[in-house]
């Protein structure tokens, strides 16, 4: 029953911006980490950037200073704010919760389906 539904990506120039929307719904007791990953083609999914609950911050090296991820609990979402992209950022951008479906349950990680970046002249 829980879903998570990305947004925002498309294609830009490089040196544009993006930002990337995720939304989780369903049965939903509380939300953990929240993050965001990518797949080029040939490559294998890599971290891009995830905010936790109650920890710290952690970016990829390879967008430090470019990229900006932030959430509102309220609505169960998490954004990724992506600035002087480059051709190297073209991938499929993932997003990931670890969610309580109820007070005593464990986490469980979801994913989202997916949504397309492409930086290209």
């Not at 049965?27 to 980490?33: D, Q, T």
């Not at 991820?69 to 954004?79: E, G, H, M, P």
Request: hydrophobic residues 35%.
């Amino acid at each position: 029953q829980v879903q998570l539904v990305e947004s925002g990506g498309g294609l830009v120039q490089p040196g544009g911006s993006l930002r990337l929307s995720c939304a989780a719904s369903g049965s939903i007791f509380s939300i953990n980490a929240m993050g965001w990953y990518r797949q080029a083609p040939g490559k294998q999914r890599e971290l891009v950037a995830t905010l936790p609950s109650g920890g710290n911050t952690i970016y990829a090296d390879s967008v430090k200073g470019r990229f900006t991820i932030s959430r509102d609990n309220a609505k169960n979402t998490v954004y990724l704010q992506m600035n002087n992209l480059k051709p190297e950022d073209t991938a499929v951008y993932y997003c990931n919760a670890g969610i309580k479906y109820r007070l005593l349950s464990p986490l469980y990680t979801h994913w989202g389906q997916g949504t397309q970046v492409t930086v290209s002249s």
